[in-house]
């Protein structure tokens, strides 16, 4: 199995599937793509992605392009792995979150980019903010209605989708505590960039930068 991926540094749509193919336990290879090149779309269709995006994932025979679509082949690929939880109002409402980021939160995408060596503080938009009050109403209620740690229960796609907001909370010093949170958030962000598929990740993305 192989995935084709971005700058680990940036791409966030590449971090959401390789997250969820790490925490499988299956081997796979990596595909690197440069990303803000004039080669990037070229190189990424002579890697496999048909859409000259990335990510993309190859299994064989199997070409499956978007982050969303990588993630749900993979859960019904591995479903030891449990990346949907088997309770239906869990998974439906893991499913409902990852949908929600994966077409929303423009404003906090576009003036937040994923950054994962940066450390600022930043002001940002109102309709940032709107996001970020989003965000935090979101993730107060799925930690409460399912009791965590994580969104839905155990780890899911849904995390996978959520950290690499985590990184830019981390990147750009905003406070949830400044959009309703109470703690509970803040905290679940937190162990968003605790778990070992995140640290691999990270390490990865830190060791690209310095070459």
């Not at 998974?91 to 409902?96: C, L, N, P």
Request: with cysteine; glycine share 10%; hydrophobic share 45%.
């Amino acid at each position: 199995m192989e995935i084709i991926i971005g700058d680990k540094a940036w791409s966030t749509w590449s971090m959401r599937p390789w997250l969820a193919l790490k925490h499988t336990g299956a081997p796979f290879d990596e595909t690197l793509v440069r990303l803000r090149t004039e080669r990037t779309n070229t190189d990424a269709r002579a890697a496999g992605s048909p859409s000259g995006l990335v990510p993309g994932l190859k299994d064989g025979d199997v070409i499956v392009w978007d982050s969303l679509a990588i993630c749900e082949y993979l859960a019904e690929r591995f479903p030891a792995a449990s990346l949907w939880p088997a309770d239906p109002a869990a998974r439906s409402a893991g499913r409902s979150a990852a949908a929600e980021m994966h077409a929303g939160f423009a404003s906090l995408r576009g003036e937040c980019p994923m950054d994962i060596g940066l450390r600022v503080e930043v002001e940002v938009s109102e309709a940032t903010h709107r996001d970020l009050r989003r965000l935090v109403e979101m993730w107060g209620s799925q930690l409460t209605r399912f009791g965590g740690p994580f969104l839905v229960g155990a780890w899911s796609i849904a995390d996978a989708f959520y950290t690499p907001v985590a990184t830019r909370i981390r990147s750009y010093g905003l406070r949830l505590s400044d959009y309703g949170d109470t703690g509970a958030c803040g905290a679940y962000a937190e162990r968003l960039l605790e778990t070992p598929e995140f640290l691999a990740w990270e390490q990865g993305a830190l060791a690209d930068v310095r070459t």
